[in-house]
């Protein structure tokens, strides 16, 4: 089984790439107040069939490039 998160697509410029924003939410050890952290990770996207906005699932992979090691799985709707 392989990591699977769910982000949404900001930019589709690159071939075959897309990069997806990740959002988690931390708990602060002091001050117990939750805090977004934002992660941005490129993605493959073999058909370049997902857009800006989109809600995706992607899925770790092998190395694909130097920075790419996710690949887009599905649209969440």
């Not at 092998?62 to 790419?68: A, E, Q, V």
């Amino acid at each position: 089984m392989r990591r699977r998160k769910i982000g949404v697509i900001i930019s589709d410029k690159a071939q075959k790439t897309v990069v997806v924003k990740i959002t988690n939410y931390v708990k602060h050890r002091l001050y117990k107040k939750y805090i977004r952290k934002i992660t941005k990770v490129y993605a493959h996207d073999e058909k370049n069939e997902y857009k800006i906005g989109e809600k995706v699932m992607i899925e770790a992979t092998r190395p694909l490039s130097k920075s790419k090691h996710w690949r887009v799985i599905k649209k969440m709707t």
